[in-house]
């Protein structure tokens, strides 16, 4: 993480201003559960020992200003107006959550943000959740100190920001994971209902190894809410067999293979499909991480990778080649691609005893296949957001 008193001084040469908290929330990679979590089904990510700081200071006006250590960008806003901002080309994660802290009726007043980010950015591993769930503690902890955080709602309002004000269509995993993450766990949410249960997560002699594509991820917006679509065109068709479901995480595999004759669109059946067999495998992993079988876990994890490949199609070219590269190396349990797909990263259980042939390994194919150099992460379990005190 960050060191924080370097933090603290470049805050002191831009805001001129000693009197600071610190915050911190994680990214997360999601190990099981993709393009589930606006459907209602079931995630299981973790969150990552990498993730936003957040250097804060009170103002005696009434303007948020913001500033980050790989920017030199300095953007102030007045609290009275942020309607105005939801456009800038930074700045407007923070300030979404300051606007849906007020309308939920917390109070928002001056202050000086340096932020520190240490996610990997356009790598799908959740640099904006980070960003905005280190905002929202920051400001509740700031401005309300009586105020008893509510995790969820937290990340819900974190969640709103992203949808309402930035207007990017996201579900909830990944607010929720940064919030709520628990070090050496994994969170198994239901992402109807928002019950959770931590799993966890004892990966012994094993590390997760995120490898970055690093394609540039051009359609994964416009594909993801065309995904989407597809899904509620899905639901629409089941409910006239399955009046009861409200989303297709009401759906079990044996309601799907008794309904699925009233999805004539073969392109929707295979997104439907890839959806209630995903949320499948994810029931099925807590039982096997709870027995420890990273054996059985890994192949879940390929299962997930084959149907996002093959009935979502959401992985493409430089995905699929990190995938299949992944299993050729001996002592790798598992691997998938992780996020919205359409680039990002993958994520792999290895041994740690073959990490470094991994690399060299997975890196040169990647390389000669795809033309595009990797990057590779060993990255630890962590908790999620909270207040960082005298540098812990
Ligand atoms: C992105 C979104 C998440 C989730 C994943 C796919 O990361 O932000 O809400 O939908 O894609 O599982």
Same mark, same amino acid.
């Given at each position: 993480?960050?060191?924080? *008193?370097?933090?603290?001084?470049?805050?002191?040469?831009?805001?001129?201003?000693?009197?600071?908290?610190?915050?911190?929330?994680?990214?997360?990679?999601?190990?099981?559960?993709?393009?589930?979590?606006?459907?209602?089904?079931?995630?299981?990510?973790?969150?990552?020992?990498?993730?936003?700081?957040?250097?804060?200071?009170?103002?005696?006006?009434?303007?948020?200003?913001?500033?980050?250590?790989?920017?030199?960008?300095?953007?102030?806003?007045?609290?009275?107006?942020?309607?105005?901002?939801?456009?800038?080309?930074?700045?407007?994660?923070?300030?979404?959550?300051? *606007?849906?802290?007020?309308?939920?009726?917390?109070? +928002?007043?001056?202050?000086?943000?340096?932020?520190?980010?240490?996610?990997?950015?356009?790598?799908?591993?959740?640099?904006?959740?980070?960003?905005?769930?280190?905002?929202?503690? !920051?400001?509740?902890?700031?401005? $309300?100190?009586?105020?008893?955080?509510?995790?969820?709602?937290?990340?819900?309002?974190?969640?709103?920001?992203?949808?309402?004000?930035?207007?990017? $269509?996201?579900?909830?995993?990944?607010?929720?994971?940064?919030?709520?993450?628990? &070090?050496?766990? %994994?969170?198994?949410?239901?992402?109807?209902?928002?019950?959770?249960?931590?799993?966890?997560? $004892?990966?012994?002699?094993?590390?997760?190894?995120?490898?970055?594509? $690093?394609?540039?991820?051009?359609? !994964?917006?416009?594909?993801?809410?065309?995904?989407?679509?597809?899904?509620?065109?899905?639901?629409? %068709?089941?409910?006239?067999?399955?009046?009861?479901?409200?989303?297709?995480?009401?759906?079990?595999?044996?309601?799907?293979?008794?309904?699925?004759?009233?999805?004539?669109?073969?392109?929707?059946?295979? &997104?439907? &499909?890839?959806?209630? *067999?995903?949320?499948?495998?994810?029931?099925? !992993?807590?039982? +096997?991480?709870?027995?420890?079988?990273?054996?059985?876990?890994?192949?879940?994890?390929?299962?997930?990778?084959?149907?996002?490949?093959?009935?979502?199609? +959401?992985?493409?070219?430089?995905?699929?080649?990190?995938?299949?590269?992944?299993?050729?190396?001996?002592?790798?349990?598992?691997?998938?691609?992780?996020? !919205?797909?359409?680039?990002?990263?993958?994520?792999?259980?290895?041994?740690?005893?073959?990490?470094?042939?991994?690399?060299?390994?997975?890196?040169?194919?990647?390389?000669?296949?795809?033309?595009?150099?990797?990057?590779?992460?060993?990255?630890?379990?962590?908790?999620?957001?909270?207040?960082?005190?005298?540098?812990?």
């Amino acid at each position: 993480m960050t060191n924080i *008193y370097e933090l603290k001084r470049k805050f002191l040469e831009i805001f001129r201003d000693e009197q600071v908290r610190f915050f911190y929330s994680p990214g997360r990679v999601n190990l099981l559960g993709e393009h589930t979590d606006y459907n209602g089904g079931y995630v299981l990510p973790v969150a990552l020992n990498v993730g936003t700081t957040v250097c804060i200071g009170k103002r005696e006006d009434n303007k948020i200003c913001l500033s980050a250590t790989d920017l030199s960008e300095l953007v102030c806003a007045d609290i009275e107006n942020l309607d105005a901002y939801r456009k800038i080309e930074w700045g407007n994660y923070q300030l979404g959550v300051a *606007y849906e802290l007020l309308k939920a009726g917390y109070k +928002v007043s001056g202050c000086n943000m340096l932020f520190d980010d240490t996610v990997p950015h356009g790598a799908g591993l959740s640099s904006s959740a980070a960003i905005e769930c280190a905002t929202g503690i !920051a400001l509740i902890k700031v401005f $309300n100190p009586d105020e008893e955080i509510n995790r969820v709602e937290l990340a819900l309002l974190a969640q709103r920001a992203e949808n309402q004000f930035v207007g990017v $269509n996201c579900g909830i995993m990944d607010q929720f994971a940064s919030v709520m993450g628990k &070090r050496d766990n %994994a969170i198994f949410l239901n992402c109807k209902t928002l019950e959770y249960k931590y799993v966890p997560l $004892n990966l012994g002699d094993y590390v997760l190894v995120i490898t970055n594509t $690093n394609k540039k991820r051009s359609l !994964a917006d416009s594909k993801y809410n065309e995904r989407r679509k597809e899904c509620e065109k899905g639901l629409e %068709a089941l409910k006239k067999e399955l009046p009861g479901i409200t989303c297709l995480g009401d759906v079990t595999v044996e309601m799907f293979e008794s309904a699925k004759h009233v999805i004539k669109d073969s392109i929707i059946e295979k &997104r439907v &499909r890839h959806v209630i *067999y995903e949320d499948d495998r994810v029931l099925k !992993a807590i039982d +096997v991480l709870n027995k420890n079988d990273l054996v059985e876990f890994g192949k879940l994890m390929i299962a997930s990778h084959e149907s996002l490949r093959d009935l979502y199609e +959401v992985t493409g070219k430089e995905l699929d080649t990190l995938f299949e590269e992944a299993l050729k190396v001996e002592g790798v349990l598992g691997s998938r691609m992780t996020g !919205a797909g359409f680039g990002g990263c993958t994520v792999s259980i290895v041994h740690k005893s073959v990490v470094e042939d991994f690399k060299v390994l997975v890196g040169k194919n990647y390389t000669e296949k795809t033309g595009l150099i990797p990057d590779f992460y060993v990255m630890e379990t962590d908790d999620g957001s909270r207040e960082i005190i005298d540098g812990f």
